[in-house]
T-cell receptor
Framework: TQLLEQSPQFLSIQEGENLTVYCNSS?????LQWYRQEPGEGPVLLVT?????EVKKLKRLTFQFGDARKDSSLHITAAQPGDTGLYLC???????????FGTGTRLQVFP | EAQVTQNPRYLITVTGKKLTVTCSQN?????MSWYRQDPGLGLRQIYY???????DKGDVPEGYKVSRKEKRNFPLILESPSPNQTSLYFC??????????FGSGTRLTVV
C-alpha cells in the first residue's frame, strides 16, 4: 500500500509567522497535488506539481516537488487567519491514475 | 458555474436499505472518483473512473458499487448499507487527473 506521510499533523501559530508542511513517501508519483479543506466542505485544489524539482508560487504559498518525485513541501510566508484549514497532499500514481491522499496537516493561525 | 454536485448533503438510513448517492459534473471531465473521509483515516478512494463505462476499484471498494453510463454522472450505490459505512463521502472530477474538483460532500449515517 502506498502511503503519504504529512508532518506536522497539527500546527498552531500566530499571524505573521512562517511555516512549512512536509509530504513524504517511498513511492514515486506522476504528480503531487495540494488541497485545502474547510470544515464540512470538499477539498479545494491549490496547486499541482508535475516535474521533479519544480517550484510553484501562489501568492504567499510556495510549493516544491522533490527531485525524485517522492516528496513535496508547502511553505507559507507571513501566515494569516484566512490560511486556517486542513492541508492535504495527494500523489497520482503511474499506470493506475489512482490518487493517494496524505494524512493531512491541520493549521490554525491566530490573530 | 463549473461544479461537482452531490445529493443528498445529509442522509440517515437504516442497515440494509439500498441507497444511491448521486454525483454530477458540468465540466466535461473524463476522470471521476469517490472518496470517504473518516477521522484518523483521512481520505480513502472507493472507486474511480477514467471514462464512460470504465471503472476501477480504489482502496476501499467493499460494499459499494458504481456505474458510469454517461460522462457527467457517477452515482455511488450502497446495496446493503452497514453502520461501518457511516462516513463523509466526496465525489470528485478531473479533466486529466492532474487536479480534481470536489463536491461539497454527503454525510451518511447508517443506524
Amino acid at each position: 500500500t502506498q502511503l503519504l506521510e504529512q508532518s506536522p499533523q497539527f500546527l498552531s501559530i500566530q499571524e505573521g509567522e512562517n511555516l512549512t508542511v512536509y509530504c513524504n513517501s517511498s513511492s514515486v508519483f506522476s504528480s503531487l497535488q495540494w488541497y485545502r479543506q474547510e470544515p464540512g466542505e470538499g477539498p479545494v485544489l491549490l496547486v499541482t506539481v508535475v516535474t521533479g524539482g519544480e517550484v510553484k508560487k501562489l501568492k504567499r504559498l510556495t510549493f516544491q516537488f522533490g527531485d525524485a518525485r517522492k516528496d513535496s513541501s508547502l511553505h507559507i510566508t507571513a501566515a494569516q487567519p484566512g490560511d486556517t484549514g486542513l492541508y492535504l497532499c495527494a500523489g497520482a500514481t503511474y499506470n493506475t491514475d489512482k490518487l493517494i491522499f496524505g494524512t493531512g496537516t491541520r493549521l490554525q493561525v491566530f490573530p | 458555474e463549473a461544479q461537482v454536485t452531490q445529493n443528498p448533503r445529509y442522509l440517515i438510513t437504516v442497515t440494509g436499505k439500498k441507497l444511491t448517492v448521486t454525483c454530477s459534473q458540468n465540466m466535461n471531465h473524463e476522470y471521476m472518483s469517490w472518496y470517504r473521509q473518516d477521522p484518523g483515516l483521512g481520505l480513502r478512494q472507493i472507486y474511480y473512473s477514467m471514462n464512460v463505462e470504465v471503472t476501477d476499484k480504489g482502496d476501499v471498494p467493499e460494499g459499494y458499487k458504481v456505474s458510469r453510463k454517461e460522462k457527467r454522472n457517477f452515482p455511488l450505490i450502497l446495496e446493503s448499507p452497514s453502520p461501518n459505512q457511516t462516513s463523509l463521502y466526496f465525489c470528485a472530477s478531473s479533466r486529466n487527473g492532474y487536479g480534481y474538483t470536489f463536491g461539497s460532500g454527503t454525510r451518511l449515517t447508517v443506524v
